[in-house]
């Protein structure tokens, strides 16, 4: 069965950095585009980043360009997010999910505050 499990999350200072992962299992990791999204309390769910089976494509939404940098290991069938610069709009529950699927992890909290 699919099992996303994403981890790395945390409290981080404006302007700094943090890297959050998913690791997959359950389905064959290399030949599925992936996808980050996040939701905070006060607002919907927001598409962050979508890279293709080969990791060589990748997408942002406008927000995250230039400060994020989404990334693959198909060896290691794991997802990974390098988040840098870091704001207080950034504060969410970051998901990672089999990208146009309903296969989700559980999450993972990351707050920007001072």
């Known amino acids: 069965q699919v099992q996303l499990v994403e981890s790395g999350g945390g409290l981080v200072q404006p302007g700094g950095s943090l890297r959050i992962s998913c690791a997959a299992s359950?389905?064959?990791?290399?030949?599925?585009?992936m996808s980050w999204c996040r939701q905070d309390p006060g607002k919907g769910l927001e598409g962050v980043s979508t890279?293709?089976?080969?990791?060589?494509?990748?997408f942002y939404t406008d927000s995250v360009k230039g400060r994020f940098t989404i990334s693959r290991d198909n060896a290691k069938n794991t997802l990974y997010l390098q988040m840098n610069s870091l704001k207080p709009a950034d504060t969410a529950v970051y998901y990672c999910?089999?990208?146009?699927?309903?296969?989700w992890g559980q999450g993972t909290q990351v707050t920007v505050s001072s």
């Open positions: 890279i293709n089976n080969g990791g060589d494509m990748p």
């Open positions: 359950g389905f064959t990791f290399s030949t599925y585009a």
């Open positions: 999910s089999v990208a146009g699927s309903d296969y």
